[in-house]
């Protein structure tokens, strides 16, 4: 993806945690009063009351300010499409011809800067150390009870078919199964069996099988880190007019994992070990993100 859509993207993002109950679209076509089709990179609306509020956002990834002719030609737009407000992000700033064009006309104008260790420590301290336990399937087997009580190995990327001929990749029918009994049994061995909701079936050539249920056989390990919340990433956005910080955003995205995971202070666990540690700190990767994620907004 070209720099500028990701930074689109992130954008959007940003858009969402400030507006969670609007609807923010991506790369967005409005046909304007003028007829034409017009492109916006982020649109957000909403109702307030019986009225739509349309706010469009324009994202500029340049390698300099963003100049006078941008602004000039981003007011042209929201004119045609009817915006009731207009936003234009840079992450290079904008120069005085700019501004003056979007004061004029009522465009907020937004610097955005990548939040850096030294944003994490004013915000929380350098002392800020949580505690993560990480708990992980290392080995899973998959066998299939058919209906002639037949049992057939099988890995997690093949797949089933219902009776219609869709298909089914059996990662995806076992992966609920498979993240319970990460939390039920975060170290040893586990057994368990999964029954189709539907009719499913094996296909064997021209045959097909019915699956009675799924056997799934595995084994989890655990692992705790210490980890200092200073690693962590964040976004700011700062109003370009006045240079203060509407936004700050702070969170894990910037931890790298794979480090932590290789470090001193990763150590395995053992069941006793797993208990001892406090509780509210037995999450999943993907769900710590949203336990240490921290968000300022400034309005």
């Known amino acids: 993806m070209p720099k500028w859509k990701e930074f689109e993207v992130l954008i959007a993002k940003i858009q969402s945690e400030l507006a969670p109950s609007a609807t923010v679209e991506h790369n967005r076509r409005i046909r304007g009063r003028s007829g034409r089709s017009r492109q916006v990179d982020i649109a957000v609306t909403q109702s307030i009351g019986i009225y739509p509020v349309l706010i469009a956002v324009e994202c500029k990834r340049y390698r300099r300010s963003v100049k006078l002719d941008k602004v000039e030609a981003f007011v042209t737009k929201l004119r045609d499409i009817g915006a009731n407000q207009g936003v234009m992000i840079s992450a290079t700033g904008f120069d005085e011809g700019a501004k003056a064009i979007a004061r004029e006309n009522g465009v907020t104008l937004l610097s955005y800067r990548q939040a850096t260790e030294a944003d994490w420590r004013k915000a929380v301290g350098p002392e800020c150390w949580i505690r993560l336990v990480k708990t992980e399937c290392v080995r899973c087997s998959l066998l299939l009870l058919l209906e002639d009580q037949h049992e057939e190995p099988v890995g997690s990327y093949q797949t089933l ?124 990767l993907e769900g710590v993100k949203q336990y240490i994620r921290l968000v300022w907004t400034v309005r």
Request: overall charge negative; charged content about 20%.
């Open 161 to 284: 078919c219902s009776g219609d001929g869709a298909q089914f990749l059996i990662a995806d029918i076992v992966r609920d199964f498979v993240g319970m009994a990460r939390v039920q049994r975060p170290v040893g061995q586990f057994v368990g069996f999964v029954e189709p909701e539907e009719p499913l079936f094996l296909s064997e050539g021209a045959t097909l099988k019915r699956v009675h249920r799924l056997r799934v056989e595995g084994e989890n390990k655990s692992w705790g880190i210490l980890a200092n919340a200073a690693l962590a990433s964040g976004h700011i956005l700062i109003d370009a007019f006045l240079g203060e910080n509407l936004f700050q955003q702070f969170f894990t995205e910037g931890l790298h994992w794979q480090s932590l995971l290789q470090s001193p202070g990763c150590l395995e666990l053992t069941a006793e070990e797993i208990q001892a540690y406090p509780q509210g700190t037995r999450f999943s």
